[in-house]
């Protein structure tokens, strides 16, 4: 199994940044496809980016593309998520998760959640 602990996450103003970590342990880390996730109060958990086991291949949900970033260093077994010029509307707990599918997107394809960290972006 793999356990991921997410860590990064507190309050910033708009416009603002914050970089999100994921630690990963258990397993190869390489092995995952990696992905960061979000759930607002009263609002489905929803994907916010997602990296391939290999290469550079990223890929974004339209609400943060251009303005988010996620990377991988698979010697640290580490995931980052660098979020910049944040918006309110970014408030939420912040999840990382390891999926052994090729690019997924919908929580159900993913095998393994962190407990996740807050994120809040006051106006």
């Known amino acids: 199994q793999v356990q991921l602990v997410e860590s990064g996450g507190g309050l910033v103003q708009a416009g603002g940044s914050l970089r999100l970590s994921c630690a990963a342990s258990g397993r190869t880390f390489s092995s995952y496809t990696m992905g960061w996730f979000r759930q607002a109060p009263g609002k489905e958990r929803e994907f916010v980016a997602g990296?391939?086991?290999?290469?550079?291949?990223?890929y974004y949900s339209d609400s943060v593309k251009g303005r988010f970033t996620i990377s991988r260093d698979n010697a640290k077994n580490t995931l980052s998520l660098q979020m910049n010029s944040l918006k309110p509307e970014d408030t939420a707990v912040y999840y990382c998760?390891?999926?052994?599918?090729?690019?997924?997107?919908?929580?159900?394809?993913?095998?393994?959640w962190g407990q996740g960290t807050q994120v809040t972006v006051s106006s």
């Open positions: 990296m391939r086991r290999t290469g550079s291949s990223t």
């Open positions: 998760a390891a999926s052994r599918r090729v690019a997924p997107i919908e929580p159900d394809e993913y095998d393994y």
